[in-house]
């Protein structure tokens, strides 16, 4: 059974008729989707109601974690396209019909590893799960000839700097030193941090990729992309000495494309992308700053794009934020897994705002405003959305490696803080962990963050075993409520689901997980308090 008239007069009107995923004005052409499937009880009301274009509907089939490839659109990246939209209309912030196409799907997409981002600058497509065509600009050319400096073939996101017997060592040799704690939502898993001199760089100059040379070479200040950060040093079993390790850490680089989709049914000749150019290849400008810009339009190469294939254009080099990036939606719409252990995804990622941090773009850069194009020897012409960091399109490769189950305490004012990793010192082998509570907490956490399973055997309080043979898998967590000076003793292992270990970056990966724990949690605290 469809929905009522009223329903879809009603549908129609909030979307102006327009696509509720690619914005398209399309008139008579659009339908109204159920984004709960009727086959699975999902309701003729307005609020499981969304109007869509025809290619978009297609899109917004029966999406099947089982079964990822593609682009299919989950029921919760429907509802946030959806309501977005409704907004957008509701605000009169609509642009006309005209500036939209039915020919492109233009996206802004973020390659968010270095890795991806070499092998389409030097023309390997192999292990993407498409293959595009690649405009070689002037962004293109500038971008390559930085990597093809590079000697190490990846992304230094880490350096060893010094090591401290224990606190006072660290305070006296660092006065300014800032000390994060345990609740700390941006660097729960660091004692302290600073940020390192120019001097202290270039005596580690040798470990730099060829991204950090380059920032080095041209006088950039190491707060924009450098920071030295002090942990504990593990002893085994999660345990700590009172040692410290200091490190030196390094912001990521994103590299931003503009994707050009085929999704007519017919062939499609590029003429040229019209936008605006940063020219100077040394500076390092807010992402949101659009002064010293030229207009200019790049050629496209006269191939035809044929139904389906797409083209991507070279934008920036984007460094980002040390901090935790908090987005509201991460709509996972393609994952691609390897024989060589890691992970491929395509994200459609969505925030409602753009929280205290800082995006800066590195040399030179391209922000498109128009394609001009032909359809059958008839000349048309779209205009292109700015980049927008709080919508946008990633993809990214990782490999799956385990960071070891975590402990998280309750204090007495609800409020929630790290303690430390356990069974860290043998991979899927027993471990015993033992445990002091201390004063104000009231509740003990293990939560399993990571694509592992960690398995306890036993948890003992006081001497009694109170928990045993759990399973914990990426996202679920086990929980004692304790009482301060509690003995606790657990026993267990965890076994991540990759023998290949990826320590490169390990304390930078602890601290995100750690800390996007931590956010989750609060947030969630907030809402039911609230």
Partial sequence: MGFPREIKTKALIASARHCCVCHRYKGLKIEVHHIEPVAKGGPDTFDNAIPLCFDC??????????????????????????????????????????????????????????????????????????????????????????LDLNKKNYKVKVASFKEFENEEDIISYYPQIIKHSNSDLDFA??????????????????????????????????????????????????????????????????????????????KIVLDRIVGNHQSNQKSL???????????????????????????????????CPFKYSSFDNVLISST???????????????????????????????KSDQIDYYVEDKKHQSSIHPFDLTNMYTFSRYWQCGSCPHIFFIRDNNDMEYFRNIFNQKLAEFSTEFIIIPENINKLIISELEDEITYIKSITKNGNIVRHNLFLRKGESAELNVQPKDNIKIIGFYSPFSKVLDNSNEIIFRNAVITKYLRDKTMLNKRVSG
């Fill in 285 to 319: 400008k807010d992402f949101f700053d659009t002064t010293d810009l030229e207009s200019i339009y790049y050629d496209c190469p006269k191939n035809a794009l044929l139904p389906g294939e797409i083209v991507i254009i070279p934008t920036s080099l984007i460094l």
């Fill in 189 to 266: 898993y660091y004692w302290g941090s600073r940020t390192p001199l120019q001097s202290e760089l270039e005596c580690i100059r040798d470990e730099f990729d060829s991204i950090l040379e380059f920032m080095l070479n041209n006088n950039i200040k190491p707060e924009y992309y450098a920071k030295s950060v002090i942990t504990k040093n593990e002893n085994g079993c999660g345990s700590y000495d009172n040692s410290y390790q200091e490190d030196i850490i390094f912001k990521d680089i994103w590299f931003s494309f503009l994707s050009i989709e085929n999704i007519s049914n017919k």
């Fill in 336 to 366: 691609h897994s390897s024989s060589y252990s890691w992970i491929q995804e395509f994200h459609h990622i969505s925030r409602t705002n753009i929280p205290d941090e800082e995006y800066y773009i590195l040399g030179e850069s391209f």
């Fill in 57 to 146: 509907h297609s899109d917004a089939g029966h999406y099947n974690l089982q079964h990822p490839k593609g682009l299919k659109l989950t029921k919760k990246e429907l509802i946030l396209a959806r309501d977005k939209w409704y907004n957008i209309v509701n605000s009169n912030n609509l642009s006309s019909p005209n500036d939209f196409t039915d020919h492109l799907n233009i996206r802004h997409l973020v390659l968010q590893n270095y890795d991806i981002a070499f092998e389409i600058f030097n023309d390997d497509y192999s292990n993407l799960p498409f293959k595009p065509l690649v405009i070689k600009n002037d962004i293109f050319y500038f971008v390559k000839k930085i």
